[in-house]
C-alpha cells in the first residue's frame, strides 16, 4: 500500500472544494468542522490511514461495514479472482457464485430461511423484504417500532422510527403502524386482519444500540403464529458475527420468516445485500411470477466476497472473538461509567455493537472529539444523539480494545475538566 504522495494540505483543499461543489455542501461543511476534517488514504485490518500520514482505529467500522476490517487479504484475492474472470453476470445464464452464495446463506441461516434474492444495499434489502411480505402473506399492513432504522428509501423510511427522515418526504407508503419498541402486547394490539408483517432489529442500531429485551422477540414470535403474521429480523447491522452470534435473533433462538442482510456481507471490499426467505414465503412470492422482483445487477465480484467472508468468519474465529472482545468491551466501559456517573447513563450492548449513553448530548460530541484526538473513529446513532457507539471490527484485539477504553475514560475525564473550568 502506498502512503499519500503530494502534498496533502493541497489535496484535502482541493477535496473537499470538490465535495462542496458537486457532492453535498452542507454535508462537506458538517465533515469539515464536525468529523475528521480530512481525506482518507488506505485502509489496512482494524486501521485506516489519512492524507498526511495520520493513522486511525476504526472503532466505528462503516457502521458494520467493515466486519473483517479494512482489506481482508483473503477477500481482495476472492474479489480478484472472479475479477479477473467475470465480475458481473449477464443473467440469462446460470452463475454459479451467485448459487455458492445461496447455499452457503440457507447454511448458516437460523431455520427454515433457505432462498436469497441478492442486491446492493442495507435499504435495498429491506424493500424486497416488504414486498416480499405483502406479495406472500396478501396483506398490506407492517408493523414497525419506535426508533427503529431500515433505510432510507420511500419503503424503509416507512417502517423507520425517527421524524425528522420522515416529514419532508410524507406521504409514504400507506398502511405501516408505529409500536413502541420492546412493548410486545402493543404489537399484539396493532395486528389487524389485514397485518402482513412485523419488522425488527434484534438489536436496534441507529436507535441507540438497545437490545431487544428479556423474551420480547419470543413473544412477537408467538403472536406472528397465533395470527398468521409474517416476521422480518433486519439483520443488516446485527449480521455476521457482529453480536456475538451469526445472527442477532439467534439469542433468542427465533426464526424469522424474512431476513435482511447487507453490510458486513461484503467482507469490507464490496457492497453487497440480500433477503432471505423460507419456503413457504418465496413459494408464494414468486408462484405467479417468477420476474416480480429483480435487479438488473448481479455483482459475482460481490457474491465472491460474500463466500469467503462466511469462510473467513468461520476459520478465523470471528464469532467467539466479537464475544470475548465485546464483553471486554462492555466490563471496561461499565468500569469507567462507575467512575463518571454523572457523565455516562448507562452502557449497553451485545457482542462488538456497544452503545455509551450520556446524560447530555454534548458529553458525546466532546467524547468522539476526544477519541479523534487520539486517533480512534466512533460516531452517533442516527436517532438518538445521546449515544455514542463502538462498534469495532470483529478482528480487534485485546490491547486494541484496552485502547479503546482508555481512550474513552480519557476523553470524558478531559471533558469534565473543560466544563468545570
Ligand atoms: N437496516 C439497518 C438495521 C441498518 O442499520 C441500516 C444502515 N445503518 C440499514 C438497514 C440501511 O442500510 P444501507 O445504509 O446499506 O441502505
Known sequence: MKPFSGNPEEFNDRVIEQYRRYVNPALAQLMKFGGYGSVEWTGEGVYITDTHGERYLDALAGYGVFSLGHRHPRIVEAVHRQLDQMPLSTRQFFTSPMADLAERLAEVSPGKLQYSFFCHSGTESVEGALKCARIASGKHGIIFTTNAFHGKTMGSLSAGGREVYRTKVEPLVPDFHKVPW????????????????????????????????????????????????????????????????????????????????????????????????????????????PTIHTTSVVNLCAMAAGLETLKVIEEEGLIENARNMGARLLEGLRLVQSELPDMVREVRGLGLMVGIEFHEKDFGLLTIAGLASRKIIAGYTLANPNVIRVEPPLIINDSQVDYVIESVRESLKECRDLLAG
Not at 394490539?189 to 438497545?210: F, K, M, R, S, Y
Not at 458475527?241 to 458486513?264: E, Y
Request: proline share 5%; net charge negative; with cysteine.
Open 182 to 289: 420492546g412493548d410486545a402486547e402493543a404489537v399484539r394490539e396493532a395486528v389487524t386482519a389485514d397485518t402482513a408483517a412485523i419488522i425488527l432489529e434484534p438489536v436496534q442500531g441507529e436507535g441507540g444500540i438497545n437490545p431487544a429485551p428479556e423474551g420480547y422477540l419470543q413473544t412477537v414470535r408467538s403472536i406472528c403464529d397465533e395470527k398468521g403474521v409474517l416476521l422480518i429480523a433486519d439483520e443488516v447491522q446485527t449480521g455476521f458475527g457482529r453480536t456475538g452470534r451469526m445472527f442477532g435473533v439467534q439469542h433468542s433462538g427465533v426464526n424469522p420468516d424474512i431476513m435482511c442482510l447487507a453490510k458486513a456481507l461484503g467482507g469490507g471490499v464490496t457492497s453487497t445485500a440480500a433477503f432471505v426467505g423460507t419456503p413457504e414465503v418465496w413459494n408464494r412470492f414468486f408462484s405467479e411470477n
